[in-house]
């Protein structure tokens, strides 16, 4: 039986993992302000961080962290998911190459569910591609507390071509 590459035998390039991370961390500036912070960089899996601070609170008495800031940062761990599903997909093209793709990526569709406050130090964001079609990529993902526990998951659809 012929050997299919699964994206599990996949493992990104020092230089592609840079790439992705400055587009991610400092070239979508939105995200810079957000302060999220890319802590897995894999195929089938992306996870990121982030530190919670003032500027982020959206409920005072609480110091909840804004429902904003859980469904922007899932929308953005979304099309990071995507971005290296396509990085995978696409390994026999050069490192620059692969990078370029992601200019025309853009969410079609998000789907939040606060499941509890997020209240913490910091949080873990997560997410994979369930799709990735030649025109709409499908993703599911997590947002959790320090401690492990879900606090919201989201499903979105991204345009890809």
Known sequence: MPHHITPTDIVFEDEFVAGLTKVFEEMIVFNQLLGLKITSLKPQQVTARIDMRNELVGHYAYNRIHGGVISAGLDAMGGLAVMAAIGAR??????????QRFSKLGTIDL?????RPGIGEWFELRAEVMRLGSRVASTRMEFLGADGKLLSTAAAAYIVS
């Open 111 to 115: 789907r939040v569910d606060y499941l």
């Open 90 to 99: 696409h390994m026999d093209e050069s490192v620059q190459q692969r990078l």
